[in-house]
Structure formats: C-alpha cells, structure tokens
C-alpha cells in the first residue's frame, strides 16, 4: 500500500498524495528541494527554474511536476546545484542587490538560497537596472530593483480580492509588476500592511516601513539556520 | 620551516572604505601564524606604493575611477590569484548605489551645491586628479578574478577561513556561518 505513494528524492522515500509535486510533498516531507518563485499556499509559477531537479537524465521543475509512484528524483547532485548556483548568479547581476543596505537582508529567501548553494560570486556583469521606486504608501516602500518577477505578489492580492499586483510587459527587462490604480501608485489602492500580499515578497521589493534592520545581525531568519534547516523545522511545525 | 618560501601578498583598496582591510585586522593573533607562512608587498600596511610578482592579491573596493583600473591592472598582472574581497570588488557595493545618477549631477550636489559648503566652491578639476567613471563596476567587470570573498565587510573569521583554505592549496569554501553577503 506505501509503495503506491511513495517517490525516491535522492534515494529517500518521500511519501505523497495523489495530485502533489514533487516539492509539495518533498516540502511536507521536511525535505529541501531549492526554490524561489514557489510558495505553499500558491499555484505553482514554475519561473526561477531552481527547482530543477533531474528524473532519469531529464531535467523538470519540481513545483510543477506531479509525484508519481516509485519515481526516482535526483536532487542536491553536484550537478544540478551548479546550475543553480549559475541561475542564481543571473538573477543577482539582473537586480540591485546590494545586501548590506537592504532592509531584508538575513530574511531574504533569495541570499538565503545562495548562501545554501555557496555562491560566492556574480560571475556575470552586472545590469544594474533603474527601476523607479515607489515610496507613495504610509506604510509599505516598494523597490522594484530587486524584483525577481516570482509572481508570488500577483497570486497573493488576487487571493486578498485587491489585485494590486499585476505582472505585465514582455521580455527580459520590459516584464515587470505593475500597480494597479490609475495612477500607478501604491498610494493609490487599497493595499494594507495586514494583505497576504505584503508579507509574501520573498526579496526585498516589498518591504514595510519603519521596522527595517529591526532584528540584530546574528538573529535574523537565516542567520539562525540556513533555509534547508530552517524551512524543514517550519514544515514539521505545520 | 624557514627554508619553506612564503607565499606573497598584495593588497589595495579602491573604491572601498578599507573595511575590508580593517576585518583583516580582526584575525587578531592569528596574524602571527599567518606571519609564518606569507609575507606582504604592496599593501597599506607596509606603505610599498608598487606591487611585484606576488602569489596572492587581494582587492578591496569597486572601480570607481581611471586610476582603480590601473592599479586593478597592475595587480592582475602581478599576482598569480586574484580575489575580490568584500561586497564593493564583489558588486560595486554601495558606492555602486549612484550607478543610476548622472555623475556630473552628482558632483554638482556634493561640490556645488550642497548647503554649508564655502563660497566659490566648485567641483575640483586638479589634473592630478583621477576621472570618475559613468558607474562603478565590480572589479570581475575589468579583469579576471580568481576567487570571491563576499560580506561587507567579510568577517575576521571568513577571512581567516579562506586564506587559510588558498594557503593550503584548498578551493576556499565558507560555511553557513561564514558566508554573508551584508
Ligand atoms: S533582496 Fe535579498 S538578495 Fe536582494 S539585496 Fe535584498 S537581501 Fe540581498
Ligand atoms: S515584487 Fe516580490 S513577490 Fe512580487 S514578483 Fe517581484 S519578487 Fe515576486
Ligand atoms: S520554484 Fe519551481 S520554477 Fe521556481
């Protein structure tokens, strides 16, 4: 009967439900397959490409890829972490990354997931892109500069009723969120610091004001354990 | 021991805030060991203005200016590992932060029009002076790096961790508690 639901992620059986991914139940499960554009309580984006895990040679995103019976999944191989060391290193030169002054820094999932994969440098040149920053709202700074265009945003005021977040435009720098009021500004909607929608940001876009570097160095989210750890001990809290 | 060579390093910081160099301070009496095995050349701390064939350089800072890419160059060209020390060599850090303001904007607030500055003050144009660049660009932008050291700045122990590493003929690797990028 386990058999029927069980699937191998690096040899270890991980047990699923019928209509799981493969992060889904690896989640559950406390076991850590990276990722960033993917998030528990939304569809999957299947976007940032962290995921990709490797099933008989062929490479498939894990938070969009059903579980099935008996499925051999390679996961953390030199491999595949190499490759995510590199997508990694496109999407810090795409943004402004400049960690020491960002408010989200040790509780950002992206520096969280390189500091796992120990990426140690950019490798590539850097954008530097200008994106205008949106400071309108009394409680919420938006710095679109450190977008990674995970979508989570989109999902997540839609599920609040608020549409606030849209992704729109085309291409590598025309795709971006937009805000959705008449005049573009976050001032401009009905966003409130208690919407789902700003607390799921999982870089430094948006951030609420006022509470910024509020946690000692040392003690931040993933100054206390790196996010595998730390992500298996919150599932097995769920 | 001491018909073992040691090992020579560079250092120079550009377009940083010598954090860097100050965190290297911060191995504390561990600089006696190091000591042992390495000896300096160029480098603030003994005051040599050129670097020689050195196996190791290590770069604090961004390039900000014509004379960042020279010494950058000279660095290169004479040291055998090349590695980028803390956030500025690693991204441009935050002097990179003006990459989206037009320079000569910039010199006019700080030289021209800032308040509290003194009558007749203008934006100095010593031709001793090195020109600005557009951006400041990490140092990998320029010439190749060998190795990365992120943080800003990294701290005494990462620093002692990766040397130690490079010393010993080991890919430096830090750990969870060692690899920060603030
Ligand atoms: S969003 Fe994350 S990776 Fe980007 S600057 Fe902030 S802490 Fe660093
Ligand atoms: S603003 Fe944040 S949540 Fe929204 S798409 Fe960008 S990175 Fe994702
Ligand atoms: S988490 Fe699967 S593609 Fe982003």
Redesign the pocket.
């Given at each position: 009967m386990s058999e029927e639901t069980t699937f191998f992620l690096d040899g270890e059986p991980i047990p699923f439900t019928a209509g799981q991914t493969i992060?889904q139940a690896a989640h559950a499960a406390g076991r850590y397959i990276p990722?960033?554009?993917?998030h528990p309580d939304y569809k999957?984006?299947?976007?940032?490409?962290?995921?990709?895990v490797s099933i008989g040679g062929r490479s498939v995103?894990?938070?969009?890829t059903q579980a099935s019976e008996g499925l051999e999944v390679a996961n953390r191989t030199p491999e595949l972490d190499d490759a995510r060391r590199m997508l990694l290193q496109m999407l810090f030169v795409e943004g402004n990354h400049f960690c020491p002054s960002c408010e989200k820094s040790g509780q950002c999932l992206l520096q969280a997931t390189a500091y796992e994969l120990g990426m140690m440098g950019p490798h590539f040149d850097h954008f530097y892109p200008n994106r205008p920053v949106d400071a309108s709202h009394p409680d919420v700074l938006l710095d679109f500069n450190r977008c990674i265009l995970?979508s989570l945003c989109e999902q997540a005021s839609a599920r609040d009723g608020k549409f606030v977040f849209v992704m729109g435009g085309r291409g590598m720098r025309g795709r971006k969120v937009i805000i959705n009021s008449a005049s573009g500004r976050l001032a401009d909607t009905d966003f409130a610091l208690t919407d789902r929608a700003a607390n799921v940001c999982p870089v430094g876009v948006i951030l609420k004001k006022r509470v910024g570097f509020s946690v000692p160095y040392g003690q931040r989210r993933y100054d206390r354990a790196p996010v595998s750890v730390a992500q298996a001990q919150e599932a097995s809290r769920e | 021991m001491n018909d073992v060579r040691k090992l020579r390093i560079a250092t120079t910081s550009l377009a940083g805030c010598f954090g860097c160099h100050m965190s290297l301070l911060d191995i504390d009496e561990r600089l006696f060991t190091l000591l042992e095995l390495v000896e300096f050349d160029r480098t603030p701390l003994t005051d040599i203005k050129r670097c020689g064939a050195c196996d190791i350089g290590l770069i604090e800072g961004g390039v900000c200016n014509a004379e960042n890419v020279h010494v950058l160059r000279e660095f290169r060209k004479n040291c055998k590992i090349l590695v980028a020390v803390g956030a500025c060599a690693v991204n441009g850090g935050l002097p990179a932060q003006r990459n989206h303001l037009d320079l000569r904007d910039i010199l006019e607030a700080v030289y021209e029009t800032e308040g509290g500055l003194a009558r007749g003050a203008h934006i100095p144009n010593d031709p001793e002076l090195p020109l600005p660049l557009n951006q400041v660009h990490p140092i990998h932008e320029v010439v190749k790096v060998d190795y990365f050291l992120p943080g800003c700045p990294p701290s005494g122990d990462a620093i002692w961790k990766f040397l130690s590493d490079l010393i010993a003929g080991r890919t430096p690797t830090l750990g969870h508690d060692l690899l920060h990028y603030d």
């Open positions: 992060l990722h960033l554009c993917w999957p984006h299947g976007s940032c490409r962290l995921c990709t995103p894990a938070c969009a995970c | -």
